[in-house]
């Protein structure tokens, strides 16, 4: 016959939460108390306690640490954007704009390939490995339309057919990308031959800021 008066497990852990200070009250209790581990022998309560502070103090110290290289990259990519800036807006003819733009990228912004396209000629600046002009109405534009259209940058890995405009003959050498579009002027595609450099879901604050600058910079020379 069941014993009415024994207490079930669940209800003394059920008790214990609502009184979390009992233990304060019978320290020998806590100490003599033991728990369970998922690999090797059983702790005592406080020990096991203290084991639990140890991994989330370790925890919030790999989160601080990564908050803190993150406030970092974010301080120097903010230099960088700075500097690029004023480095345009000092250009005093948007030939010279546009290689400032892509030696910044290259250079300051580890750029593996830089490709820079322009919807329409700029004087002093012919085709070479890093700048196309293709007119609005070319086709090989269409697999940036929509992109062109709503000025979001993309970030990762490009379709087949956006890397043959971009990258020609060294598209295999392109594992991801940046690619800016900049409606009414063209595209900056910064290529990576690391598949992670960059990913879809990064930030594109400072990208974003790179563009307006370029934009504005080259709107100096329109005729």
Known sequence: MPDKDKIAPHEVAAWLRRHPTFLQQFPDLALSLVVPREQGPAASLASYQLEILRDKNRELSRRLHELFGNAQENERLA???????????????????????????????????????????????????????????????????????????????????????????????????????????????????????????MGTLFLRMMGDAFVAAMRRFDP
């Open 79 to 201: 230099v960088r954007t700075h500097q690029l800036t004023l480095a345009l807006m000092k250009q005093r003819a948007a030939a010279d704009t546009a290689r400032a733009m892509a030696a910044s990228l290259a250079e300051d912004f580890s750029g593996d390939l830089v490709r820079i396209v322009l919807l329409s000629p700029v004087e002093g600046l012919d085709d070479t490995d890093w700048l196309q002009v293709v007119a609005e109405a070319d086709p090989r534009l269409a697999p940036f339309r929509d992109c062109l259209k709503d000025g979001e940058p993309i970030c990762g890995r490009l379709n087949p057919d956006k890397h043959a405009l971009l990258y020609g003959l060294r598209s295999d050498e392109v594992q991801s990308s940046a690619l800016l579009p900049l409606p009414g002027l063209g595209l900056i595609a910064v290529g990576s031959r690391e598949p992670n450099r960059f990913f879809p879901g």
